[in-house]
């Protein structure tokens, strides 16, 4: 049985940093390419970032460009988000999900299996 287990959200203020994590399990994490998503009150799902199962490609939305960075450790089977410089329309809830091939990455029915996800609060 597959699992991915976001953690890491909460509440923090405005120009902030929050780091999340996804733990992955019942699948070759290594196989993977990675993704975040997230959802915000009121809003559609919405791509964040990606990650290639190697780590060797690495893509970004223009909104979390160069405050956002994506990371994966294949041997902790486990995917991070560092976010810098919070700002209040970050706040979301955050989903990770992994994806084996195909299909363009910024495309939610691409990916495979997904997460519960994870609640970040931004106050301002």
């Known amino acids: 049985q597959v699992q991915l287990v976001e953690s890491g959200g909460g509440l923090v203020q405005a120009g902030g940093s929050l780091r999340l994590s996804c733990a992955a399990s019942?699948?070759?994490?290594?196989?993977?390419?990675m993704g975040w998503f997230r959802q915000g009150p009121g809003k559609e799902r919405e791509f964040v970032a990606f990650i290639s199962y190697s780590a060797g490609i690495t893509y970004y939305a223009d909104s979390v460009k160069g405050r956002f960075t994506i990371s994966r450790d294949n041997a902790k089977n486990t995917v991070y988000l560092q976010m810098n410089s919070l700002k209040p329309e970050d706040a979301a809830v955050y989903y990770c999900?992994?994806?084996?091939?195909?299909?363009?990455?910024?495309?939610?029915?691409?990916?495979?299996?997904w997460g519960q996800g994870t609640q970040v609060t931004i106050s301002s």
């Open positions: 999900a992994a994806k084996m091939a195909g299909g363009s990455y910024h495309f939610s029915a691409t990916y495979d299996y």
């Open positions: 019942g699948l070759t994490f290594s196989r993977y390419s």
